[in-house]
């Protein structure tokens, strides 16, 4: 059992794959000291044969790999495939098309919510995985034999998976629910982060404009350098430290120096005069033109409604049998409890038929839950009326 590690090897086995209907795909890498995830092995399998490519091999050029990623005449097979798409998107430039996702299909056909492949493959396969090489050190050479047969063995299983997953799909009418979620990870910008809007992803303590805007150019230099050295975010300057100096500008690099987190004489190296330039762009950014976090004014909705509708979603998606996560949210729902004449993703299409023209009725007091031999069910709501004609009260079920 050897690793591929030749170019033209490479090259033969990636032009036989091409002839397949569908190949599984997976990927080992480490990303503990870089920005980007360091490539180790790429895991390839069809109906005859796996194989596990070495893209750490001296003078081995994927280019072949790259190509059979690119063409559209074959399927790519992964599970959870977002970061082995980052990885491709940074090595070849653009998304592995086409391409179908096992763990949003077993979503979609109701094995759980974000259903891992060891569960797919007890489940499906009815086989079990050696998890003993899952921590190893993927960047060491040689590879053990061991290394190779459980990098293997996230392929082969793939195979059943997929063809029970897409059979399934078939049988219930949700090929499209899949294509939905897929289109999704089919968007570039799902991996490719502006350094402008790096800001995004730090939580902040206030909207203040003046300190998301200092905050906005502070992250941006910090992202900027993080690529530029290929080291993590938080070995240039962690999220806290960020916070800080946006919170308390310094003027100078003795304030600079006096900022928890920093190294010490750290406002006099390059980076701390980088750091005193973000914040002086941040200081003078126009005051139209500084970055606002929208505060929802609505009031928040009262946790029995909302806890209601999370409980009337578990109940309608196990009886539809797709995972309550890829319907809704707790974070959609508890917004739909305080503002539901918005537009969510559950108001329309198959998810609205799912649960969304119910979570209406629920609000309407239409609809509420009760107890039936020991289970919730979802009851309707009788109301009375009056008969003008006789002057009954006729209790009407809606």
């Known amino acids: 059992m050897h690793p591929i590690t030749s170019t033209e090897e490479l090259n033969e086995i990636c032009e036989r794959l091409k002839t397949a209907d569908f190949v599984t795909v997976d990927t080992e890498f480490l990303r503990v000291s870089t920005y980007y995830a360091k490539l180790c092995l790429v895991q390839l399998a069809d109906d005859d044969g796996a194989f596990a490519v ?3 091999a001296q003078n081995i050029d994927l280019s072949a790999l790259w190509d059979l990623m690119r063409d559209q005449s074959v399927l790519k097979i992964f599970h959870a495939c977002r970061q082995d798409f980052e990885i491709f998107f940074k090595e070849m ?5 086409p391409f179908f996702d096992t ?3 077993a979503m979609v056909c109701g094995y759980g919510d974000s259903v891992g492949y060891e569960t797919l493959v007890n489940k499906i396969a009815k086989s079990s995985l050696d998890k003993s090489a899952r921590y190893t050190d993927w960047s060491r050479r040689p590879l053990a034999d061991t290394q190779i047969e459980y990098a293997l063995g996230d392929v082969t299983h793939l195979r059943t998976i997929y ?6 799909l078939a049988e219930n009418n949700r090929t499209e629910w899949l294509s939905e979620e897929l289109a999704i990870l089919h968007n570039p910008k799902t991996y490719v982060v502006e350094p402008s809007e790096a800001w995004q ?3 902040v303590r206030t909207n203040r404009p003046r300190f998301l805007g200092i905050l906005q150019e502070l992250a941006a230099w910090r992202e900027r350098d993080a ?3 290929d080291m993590p975010r938080g070995r240039v300057a962690k999220d806290e430290t960020l916070l800080e ?3 308390h500008p310094p003027k100078n690099s003795d304030a600079l120096d006096k900022i928890r987190g920093l190294s010490r004489n750290f406002g006099r190296s390059k980076g701390g005069q980088m750091m005193l330039e973000a914040v002086e762009r941040g200081l003078n950014i126009p005051d139209d033109e500084l970055p606002k976090v929208s505060r929802s004014k609505a009031r928040p909705p009262t946790p029995p409604m909302a806890d209601l509708l999370k409980v009337l979603l578990k109940i309608r998606c196990q009886e539809a049998g797709v995972a309550s996560r890829i319907v809704a949210n707790s974070g ?3 917004a739909f409890a305080a503002e539901p004449h918005k537009d969510f993703r559950f108001t329309e299409g198959w998810r609205h038929d799912i649960f969304g023209s119910d979570a209406a009725e629920m609000l309407a007091g239409e609809l509420a839950l009760g107890s039936n031999g020991g289970q919730i069910a979802v009851v309707a709501v009788a109301h009375e009326i009056n008969d003008q004609n006789t002057g009954e009260i006729i209790t009407d079920s809606v």
């Open 93 to 97: 430039g653009e998304i592995p098309t």
């Open 227 to 229: 690529i530029r050295r």
């Open 201 to 203: 992803r730090i939580k």
């Open 332 to 334: 959609e729902i508890e």
């Open 245 to 247: 100096i946006a919170a």
């Open 103 to 105: 763990q949003l299909a």
């Open 163 to 168: 063809r029970k997953l897409a059979s399934e």
């Open 54 to 56: 070495d893209p750490l």
